[in-house]
Nanobody, 129 residues
Framework: QVQLVESGGGSVQTGGSLRLSCAAS????????MGWFRQAPGKEREGVAFIDTDGGSKYYADSVKDRATISQGGAKNMIDLQMNNLKPEDTAMYYC??????????????????????WGQGTQVTVSS
């Protein structure tokens, strides 16, 4: 069992920046892919950014790819997500997730796509105009 603990959410104004961090309780094959999903009220949970913690490949949703950077936070079981130029539509609960592999289908919510194995409790990001 892997526990994921997020930190770094908060409230900012449009154009501001936030850094989200996630630490896994251990580094195992279950954390070969770590990343972030978000869910706004009344919307499906969608992938934001993922990183292959073993190989280093990174994946971004089109909506954030020019504004977000995902990185490993100094250890293979830790990741950071730097988000700049935040917009009101970025307002959501952000969840750290971990899985054996990264799946770009996570960027488009659809039934039948296997979801990550492990999830954090979530951290709220609110962007005001």
């Amino acid at each position: 069992q892997v526990q994921l603990v997020e930190s770094g959410g908060g409230s900012v104004q449009t154009g501001g920046s936030l850094r989200l961090s996630c630490a896994a309780s251990s580094y195992t094959s279950a954390t070969y892919c770590m990343g972030w999903f978000r869910q706004a009220p009344g919307k499906e949970r969608e992938g934001v950014a993922f990183i292959d913690t073993d190989g280093g490949s990174k994946y971004y949703a089109d909506s954030v790819k020019d504004r977000a950077t995902i990185s490993q936070g100094g250890a293979k079981n830790m990741i950071d997500l730097q988000m700049n130029n935040l917009k009101p539509e970025d307002t959501a609960m952000y969840y750290c997730a971990a899985h054996l592999y990264c799946n770009v289908d996570w960027f488009v919510p659809q039934r039948g796509t296997p979801r990550p194995t492990y999830w954090g409790q979530g951290t709220q990001v609110t962007v005001s105009s």
